[in-house]
């Protein structure tokens, strides 16, 4: 059975930076696709960033150039790296690996003006 977990999140003020960890068991996150998604108060959960299944990566339009997602296939953890932040980055931040069945708790991260 996949299980992640979510870490990372904590309130920051505009511009700052925050690195999320999802830590990954029962399933090996060097293959298949991985993604982060994120959930605002009121909003419909979206895809953040995706690293594909043949290694290629995709962005959300509002978040290029400021996150960037990576893995380290040793720890088995995925990471989410996010400079630059906006208030409107203040979310609940998901980790979904392809073989994940529903969601994990997830991380809070709420961005100050």
């Known amino acids: 059975q996949v299980q992640v977990v979510e870490s990372g999140g904590e309130t920051v003020q505009a511009g700052g930076s925050l690195r999320l960890s999802c830590a990954v068991s029962?399933?090996?996150?060097?293959?298949?696709?991985l993604s982060w998604y994120r959930q605002a108060p009121g909003r419909q959960r979206e895809s953040v960033a995706t690293i594909h299944r043949g290694g290629t990566i995709t962005y959300a339009e509002s978040v290029k150039g400021r996150f960037a997602i990576s893995r380290d296939n040793v720890k088995n953890i995925l990471y989410l790296q996010m400079n630059s932040l906006r208030p409107e980055d203040t979310a609940t931040y998901f980790c979904?690996?392809?073989?994940?069945?529903?969601w994990g708790q997830g991380t809070q991260v709420t961005v100050s003006s």
């Open positions: 029962g399933m090996f996150i060097g293959i298949g696709a």
């Open positions: 979904k690996p392809f073989r994940l069945e529903g």
